[in-house]
């Protein structure tokens, strides 16, 4: 079975400043899809990144990008330009592009903090 | 225009009693899921249904029932609700099970409090 690793429970980082959340992951699996997910106060989960095994290239959508090491199975999530929005708990999921039914497998969550 | 939506936001109930939780997506998405997550945060997948077909239950307790009338509905049943029970549920939904680069859309979730 997959499972995914967030080894940071809360982070901190000061407005304007860049920060990186950590996740690694185990799988047999040699395709398959990983995502970052933000958790706001609201609740809501909200689809921050999404990186497709197969490429090398890394990810990036505006301020947030991620270095993949597929080797080393480790996704991590860089938020540059910290802004008071971002603050919310950030999940790493991790989905198999084999197995039927397309289920997320989540981390456990850091908890972003930003100190204006 | 929400895209997924669930009714109700917020559930209080008694230990023993009956629910349901509707969840409904507008975004013609084959493939919809229930999540749970629990106090400490952490999201596990509980059903997912493709066009109205179950394809995962992943050990959930049998006194919680997904119905599934329409692909744009995925209603979740709980029976003899427990303390255990109380948690945010999720719905979501995706275009294709299986398929690549879909992305899993969620809705705001349910809170359920069971005193």
């Known amino acids: 079975a997959q499972t995914v690793t967030q080894s940071q429970p809360e982070m901190s980082v000061q407005e304007a400043e860049t920060v990186t959340l950590s996740c690694t992951y185990d799988t047999s699996e040699s395709d398959y899809y990983l995502f970052w997910y933000k958790q706001p106060p609201s609740r809501q989960m909200i689809l921050v990144i999404r990186?497709?095994?197969?490429?090398?290239q890394n990810a990036t959508e505006n301020r947030f990008s991620v270095n993949f090491q597929k080797a080393a199975k480790s996704f991590s999530l860089k938020i540059s330009d910290s802004q008071l929005g971002d603050a919310a708990m950030y999940f790493c999921a991790y989905r198999s592009a084999v197995l039927y039914g397309n289920k997320l497998v989540f981390g456990a969550g850091t908890i972003l903090r930003v100190k204006s | 225009d929400t895209a997924v939506s669930q009714t109700p936001k917020y559930l209080v109930t008694q230990m023993g009693n009956d629910k349901s939780i509707k969840c409904e997506q507008n975004?013609?998405?084959?493939?919809m899921y229930w999540y749970k997550q629990d106090s400490k945060k952490f999201l596990k997948i509980m059903f997912s249904y493709n066009n109205k077909e179950l394809i995962i239950n992943e050990t959930v307790p049998n006194r919680f029932s997904p119905k599934s009338p329409d692909k744009a509905h995925l209603n979740l049943h709980i029976n003899s609700l427990e303390l255990g029970d109380s948690a945010v549920y999720f719905c979501?939904?995706?275009?294709?099970?299986?398929?690549?680069?879909?992305?899993?859309?969620f809705g705001p979730g349910t809170r359920l409090l069971v005193l």
């Open positions: 990186q497709e095994a197969y490429k090398q």
């Open positions: 979501a939904s995706s275009q294709v099970a299986g398929g690549p680069g879909e992305t899993q859309y």
């Open positions: 975004l013609g998405h084959d493939t």
